[in-house]
């Protein structure tokens, strides 16, 4: 029996995506192999190479990194930038009409087009989805509805316009700080020691909102 692992590794961090697939798709090749943790909070202290983290939760948790963990930057985005052909993915719960309302929106850098093509469950918040794709009609009134086309499908997404939009970008080391936000993604070993296999780190005390 195959496994599903959360699609959010895929979703963000293309370097981590596995060829041919924040999270997209393919499916885990061993039965044993755990799923990746999803861990979003603040980093309270980095030591060595290991960060302690107070999760949005209120627990206190250390996660290792790894020589392969990669990190991300999410900044602000402005909403003109969803535009047709931007390559986007957005976090969204179903309407009664059968389009989704978007929770959040993050835009790739055109060196990352593809990644995580495609919907799917998301653990954000109870029902919301996961969906990457290029964005195709687009209609400003009240807020923006857009299409997104992923390779089997399309969804319609109502873009509110108090939601947050975020831009990624490369990142490194540097941006894992006290104080700084973010989102990962934690292999777990068989001890419970966790090690990050992508990180999403907020600059300038943006949240990332996935």
């Known amino acids: 029996m195959k496994l599903h692992p959360p699609r959010s590794i895929r979703a963000w961090l293309a370097p981590i995506v596995l060829a ?14 755990a799923p990746p943790v999803a861990v979003r909070g603040t980093i309270t202290t980095v030591v060595d190479e290991a960060l302690k983290i107070k999760t949005n939760r209120g627990q206190d948790i250390d996660v290792k990194l790894g020589k392969d963990t990669v ?26 009409d059968g389009t989704l309302k978007a929770l959040e929106v993050h835009v790739f850098p055109p060196e990352m087009a593809g990644t995580g093509d495609g919907h799917r469950p998301w653990d954000l918040t109870p029902n919301s989805t996961m969906t990457n794709g290029a964005v195709g009609d ?3 009134s009240n807020g923006r509805t857009i299409t997104v086309k992923y390779k089997t499908g399309e969804k319609k997404v109502v873009v509110p316009d108090d939601v947050p939009i975020v831009d990624l970008e490369p990142g490194d080391r540097s941006l894992l700080v006290p104080g700084t936000q973010i989102v990962l993604f934690a292999r777990k070993s068989p001890d419970g020691t966790l090690t990050a296999l992508a990180i999403s780190a907020g600059k300038n005390g943006v949240k990332p909102p996935m």
Do not use: K, W
Not at 21 to 31: D, K, P
Not at 76 to 86: D, F, K, Y
């Open 71 to 96: 990190v991300r930057g999410v900044t602000l985005a402005q909403v003109s930038e969803i535009q047709p052909g931007r390559y986007i993915g957005t976090t969204a719960v179903p309407q009664a």
């Open 138 to 140: 687009l209609v400003t």
């Open 20 to 33: 041919g697939s924040l999270l997209a798709g393919s499916q885990v090749a061993q039965a044993q192999e």
